[in-house]
């Protein structure tokens, strides 16, 4: 039977692949300022989420500007 990768490796690989398969390099947003932000709305969240959430963000960000920039 196959081993399976654990969950944590394939976002960590899928989230390289979409960083180097884009041509634009994003301007990441430091963490206090992002933090800060969601503060704002009247959430709380940990450090470790706010990355998970910057993470999604910019995983959405790079596939939005492939899937409707990219010269391919």
């Known amino acids: 039977m196959a081993k399976l990768t654990s969950s944590k490796k394939l976002k960590t690989i899928n989230s390289e692949m979409l ?9 990441e ?8 932000t969601i503060r704002l709305t009247g959430k709380e969240v940990s450090e470790k989420e706010a990355r998970e959430m910057l993470e999604i963000l ?3 960000t790079r596939i939005t500007i492939k899937e409707y920039f990219s010269p391919e």
């Open 29 to 36: 947003i430091p963490i206090e300022d992002f933090l800060e």
């Open 58 to 60: 910019y995983a959405l």
């Open 19 to 27: 960083k180097l398969s884009t041509f634009i390099e994003l301007d």
